[in-house]
């Protein structure tokens, strides 16, 4: 790109990678651009907005970060930005910024020279404003706006209506609703179902549904799993996910068999049964596919 050299683009990099390292779960591509920014002083160029719209700087960054991607070095889903081992790896053992991103852009290429050579990517050393980088920043960026406002719905939703589309979804999983906790004190348990419609059959499933923006502590987890009998499967359902302890807990478990669902969790189950909800169950989460140009990158 004009104005910005391959050490300016480094130290934008490993300065964003200080910023990511520190939450291995990740964090919002938004909030890690937001304090990033802090972290540097900007040019007047890196302040300034292309005229297609957008600011250079955070332009500059998610085209970069393009390369961090295919070099193994950075996950992004649904918005979050995670550093892998080997992103953690490089950036302890690579010290110069523009080493750095070199090492990105050949790792880029060694990505390339394996695709089918039907696929074009243009540009060079993975570098600038090209058509494919154009089109996966275009997708990226609308994905995590659509999550945004996907997760804000949800989290919006009363705790009845969140509870009857987590209902939705283990019907079109194949599982039979045999009770849904009606408002008021329900003991814990929020919904049970079976694999057949009369609930003779093991195990019987039992959930609990959680719309609180607090992550679900271990206590949370033992309070939960305390309602679990010998021939029990639960299923505990939060709004604000789990904390690190409580996700470790669940799977350290022998005797109890347990699976945790956050949002996104919830989601992705969500479209990937979509064809089998019913047409009253769509419209507790309605949901709308866009097509996007992908052009390989």
Request: charged share 30%.
């Amino acid at each position: 790109m004009p104005n910005v050299t391959r050490r300016r683009t480094g130290e934008m990099l490993r300065q964003l990678f200080e910023v990511l390292l520190p939450a291995p779960e990740g964090i919002q591509a938004r909030d890690a651009l937001a304090a990033l920014e802090k972290r540097l002083t900007l040019s007047e160029y890196e302040q300034g907005d292309y005229a297609s719209g957008g600011r250079r700087f955070e332009k500059i960054v998610r085209f970069a970060t393009v390369d961090l991607v295919k070099a193994g070095w950075l996950l992004k889903e649904k918005g979050r930005w995670t550093v892998t081992d080997e992103g953690r790896k490089a950036h302890q053992s690579i010290v110069d910024p523009e080493a750095f991103y070199k090492e990105a852009v050949r790792l880029f290429h060694q990505w390339k020279s394996n695709q089918p050579d039907d696929i074009e990517i243009a540009g060079q050393e993975g570098e600038g404003d090209t058509p494919a980088k154009a089109a996966t920043i275009t997708l990226e960026e609308a994905e995590e706006q659509a999550w945004q406002e996907i997760d804000q719905y949800l989290r919006g939703i009363n705790p009845f209506e969140y509870q009857e589309i987590v209902a939705a979804l283990l019907r079109a999983m194949g599982y039979h609703i045999s009770w849904i906790a009606p408002p008021g004190k329900d003991g814990g348990i929020d919904i049970l179902a079976a694999s057949d419609p009369l609930g003779t059959k093991s195990p019987r499933i039992k959930v609990q549904v959680k719309r609180q923006a607090q992550a679900v502590t271990v206590d949370g987890l033992r309070s939960f799993m305390a309602l679990l009998g010998d021939g029990d499967v639960g299923i505990f359902v939060s709004v604000g996910g789990f904390t690190r302890d409580a996700s470790g807990e669940a799977r350290a478990q022998e005797k109890r068999k347990i699976t945790l669902l956050d949002n996104e969790d919830l989601f992705d189950l969500w479209v990937k049964y979509h064809e089998k909800i019913n047409d009253q169950d769509r419209r507790r989460l309605p949901l709308k596919p866009v097509h996007f140009l992908a052009l390989e990158t």
